[in-house]
Nanobody, 114 residues
Framework: QVQLVEAGGGLVQPGGSLSLSCAAS????????LGWYRQAAGKGREFVAS???????RYADSVKGRFTISRDNAKNTVYLQMNSLKPEDTAIYYC????????WGQGTQVTVSG
């Protein structure tokens, strides 16, 4: 099994920046994709961004140009740098691992308000 531990998040004013990180541990198969999803209040969970072990990245159209996903393979850690944040980015952000299994983090709250 794979365990994911997230860090970061919080409250920021519109136009501000936040950074999230997520460390994976456990039985990690070498070929995997790490990513982020989010769920706003009253809405379903949606894809935000992902990065493969070879660092191929994908982004939701709503965050392209504002968010940057990256990973450190040696640390099995994925990062999400969020810039130019908007109120509509407010959500619980979940880390996701896809490889030999699928795992989810516990979620971290990001609130954009001011």
């Amino acid at each position: 099994q794979v365990q994911l531990v997230e860090a970061g998040g919080g409250l920021v004013q519109p136009g501000g920046s936040l950074s999230l990180s997520c460390a994976a541990s456990g039985s990690i198969f070498e070929i995997n994709t790490l990513g982020w999803y989010r769920q706003a209040a009253g809405k379903g969970r949606e894809f935000v961004a992902s990065v493969s072990r070879l660092r191929t990245t994908r982004y939701a159209d709503s965050v392209k140009g504002r968010f940057t996903i990256s990973r450190d393979n040696a640390k099995n850690t994925v990062y999400l740098q969020m810039n130019s944040l908007k109120p509509e980015d407010t959500a619980i952000y979940y880390c996701n691992f896809r490889g030999n299994s699928v795992a989810w983090g516990q979620g971290t709250q990001v609130t954009v308000s001011g």
